[in-house]
């Protein structure tokens, strides 16, 4: 439990320093955000999910996890969530490949934030 706490710590940290230092780390952030929002809005009202649905399936699809406990019905969700879903993940992945890269610089320069 200590480890796991310690590594959310860590993640923490690294998304203060992004967000202070990196212009491209608070783009992708804001993208990040907004591909979020505006999908969760999207599935709420084309698909007539509730919010914590709609924005539990956009982030479940944004992270490539694919349960398959819910997925959209009309021709319009499917074509937004192709689209959404070669977006989402693009951002995805280059956001946590800036939080990957703060961590291992920190690590590296010696500022562990667990001393």
Same mark, same amino acid.
């Given at each position: 439990?200590?480890?796991?706490? #310690?590594?959310?710590? *860590? #993640? #923490?940290?690294?998304?203060? +320093?992004?967000? *202070?230092?990196?212009?491209?780390? &608070?783009? @992708? ?11 969760? @809005?999207?599935?709420?009202? =084309?698909? /007539?999910? &509730?919010?914590? +649905?709609? @924005? =539990? ?9 694919? =349960?398959? +406990?819910?997925?959209?019905?009309? +021709? ?10 070669? #977006? ?17 610089? &920190?690590?590296? &320069? /010696?500022?562990?934030?667990? *001393?």
């Amino acid at each position: 439990m200590i480890s796991f706490l #310690l590594n959310i710590y *860590r #993640l #923490l940290v690294a998304i203060v +320093d992004g967000v *202070r230092t990196d212009a491209e780390f &608070r783009a @992708l952030g804001f993208l990040l955000v907004t591909l979020l929002g505006s999908a969760t @809005l999207f599935y709420w009202q =084309y698909e /007539g999910w &509730r919010p914590i +649905d709609a @924005l =539990y399936f956009s982030v479940v699809t944004m992270a490539t996890i694919g =349960y398959g +406990d819910f997925s959209p019905a009309t +021709d319009a969700g499917k074509v937004f969530t192709m689209i959404y879903a070669f #977006l989402s993940i693009g951002v995805f992945v280059a956001f946590n490949a800036k939080i990957v890269s703060f961590t291992l610089n &920190r690590q590296q &320069r /010696g500022k562990h934030p667990d *001393r």
